[in-house]
């Protein structure tokens, strides 16, 4: 499976971006995505999942500004940033499991795609 992030960019804090990362594979649908970020001398961490059933799971600190989606037609999936802040800031991974039911483990994920920068201004 090749994951193709894209999307990213320079905002304002307050303003929105939204990203999108595309998928190779024929069972997409079957698949659940996750988007994860790492920051400069951060470990890469938890930002939202989507199950294969459309069930959204999100990281406290985004809640209520950020949203995942999917369209399995179109092998990908979005995700809508809204009210972004400083802390925002970072590469933004998409990930596929080879299993419809969502995680927020790293390590739950089998295939990677190669991050889209994001940066908020203050």
């Known amino acids: 499976v090749q994951l193709q992030a894209s999307g990213g960019g320079l905002v304002q804090a307050g303003g929105s971006l939204r990203l999108s990362c595309a998928a190779s594979?024929?069972?997409?649908?079957?698949?659940?995505m996750g988007w994860f970020r790492q920051a400069p001398g951060k470990e890469r961490e938890f930002v939202a999942a989507?199950?294969?059933?459309?069930?959204?799971l999100y990281a406290d600190s985004v809640k209520g500004r950020f949203a995942i989606s999917r369209d399995n037609p179109k092998n990908t999936v979005y995700l809508q940033m809204n009210s972004l802040k400083p802390e925002d800031t970072a590469v933004y991974y998409c990930?596929?499991?080879?299993?419809?039911?969502?995680?927020?483990?790293?390590?739950?994920?089998?295939?990677w795609g190669q991050g889209t920068q994001v940066t908020v201004s203050s």
């Open positions: 990930a596929a499991r080879s299993y419809s039911s969502y995680s927020s483990s790293r390590t739950a994920y089998d295939y």
């Open positions: 594979a024929r069972t997409f649908s079957g698949k659940a």
């Open positions: 989507i199950s294969g059933s459309r069930i959204g």
